[in-house]
Nanobody, 125 residues
Framework: DVQLVESGGGSVQTGGSLTLSCAAS????????MAWFRQAPGKEREGVAA????????YYADSVKGRFTISRDNAKNTIFLQMNSLKPEDTAMYYC???????????????????WGQGTQVTVS
């Protein structure tokens, strides 16, 4: 079965940077739409960035455009989220998600993804 494991979260000051990783097992990430979501306490989970299957077109939420970059390393079967110029409002649990059998085509919703990691906490203060 598909397994996703996030890592790289932590606490940083405003303006700092972090890189999150999502390692996948038992499938090839290039064959899936892959995405990063985040969820703050009391709020709904929201899509942050996505990288499409095969050709790897990327999509971003307006709130992170120009600051976050999603990428895919096919050799390592891992996706990354490089986060720069972090703001307090970026504080959340960040989740990796996979969508099998479909292209992303856009930044999708939580219900569009069938596989999820356990999450990694990012705190900006």
């Amino acid at each position: 079965d598909v397994q996703l494991v996030e890592s790289g979260g932590g606490s940083v000051q405003t303006g700092g940077s972090l890189t999150l990783s999502c390692a996948a097992s038992y499938y090839t990430v290039s064959a899936y739409c892959m995405a990063w979501f985040r969820q703050a306490p009391g709020k709904e989970r929201e899509g942050v960035a996505a990288v499409d299957r095969d050709v790897g077109v990327t999509y971003y939420a307006d709130s992170v455009k120009g600051r976050f970059t999603i990428s895919r390393d096919n050799a390592k079967n891992t996706i990354f989220l490089q986060m720069n110029s972090l703001k307090p409002e970026d504080t959340a649990m960040y989740y990796c998600a996979a969508r099998g059998g479909y292209w992303c085509r856009t930044l999708l919703k939580r219900a569009d993804f069938g596989y999820w990691g356990q999450g990694t906490q990012v705190t900006v203060s």
